[in-house]
């Protein structure tokens, strides 16, 4: 996704400077990888709890979606959707905040979406780094069954690894704030210069 947006920029430096991890991984492909993002560093910072619900809200205004409420698999798509539901006060149609359980809790209602979704409700899917597409795949498939419309998915990264052609290809949208190649070709530039971040 191209943008220009201040929002943008500064959700850019703060990835490049808080998520990518050098070394060696393995991905949820099972691949190896010499590049890990950790969105989490920066999902679940002040600053970037205030930079992605405004941004994304952006990003929604600009198409002609209609989103009711947002949320994905935890604990990735926590905090995104959390920050989506806050910035939506200001910035009105709302959208309500839900999360997708993993496993169905042994107490209580025994519910796997727990939070504001309603039947009936047209949904965005949240992603914070989509690598193999499965999470969010496996969202898509609870909120389906419980009565959800899927509008689109969005990720704050696509690691560009296939996930987001086999999203694609099950008939669903994506949508992508940034691509791991672009938070990787700003790193360099951090690296040359390190009082630039400025987060």
Do not use: C, W
Not at 56 to 83: E, F
Not at 90 to 105: E, G, M, N, Q, Y
Not at 138 to 165: H, P, Q, W
């Amino acid at each position: 996704m191209t943008n220009t947006t201040s929002e943008h920029h500064q959700l850019l430096k703060l990835l490049a400077k808080r998520s990518v991890r050098r070394g060696h991984f393995i991905l949820a492909s099972g691949k190896s990888s010499d590049l890990y993002v950790d969105a989490r560093t920066t999902t679940m910072s002040p600053e970037g709890l205030a930079l992605i619900g405004p941004l994304v809200i952006q990003t929604l205004r600009a198409t002609t979606l209609q989103v009711d409420s947002a949320g994905g698999l935890t604990l990735g798509a926590d905090p995104i959707a959390y920050s989506i539901a806050v910035a939506s006060y200001s910035s009105p149609p709302l959208i309500r905040a839900f999360t997708v359980r993993k496993d169905i809790k042994a107490h209580g209602t025994g519910k796997l979406i727990e939070g504001g979704f309603q039947a009936g409700d047209n949904t965005l899917i949240v992603e914070d780094v989509i690598t193999t597409g499965a999470s969010a795949l496996r969202a898509i498939d609870t909120v389906r069954k419980a009565g959800g419309y899927i509008t689109t998915v969005l990720t704050l990264v696509d690691r560009e690894d296939g996930g987001r052609e086999t999203i694609e290809r099950e008939g669903y949208p994506v949508i992508s704030l940034f691509t791991l190649e672009e938070i990787t070709t700003f790193v360099p530039a951090l690296d040359e210069n390190p009082g630039s971040a400025g987060v």
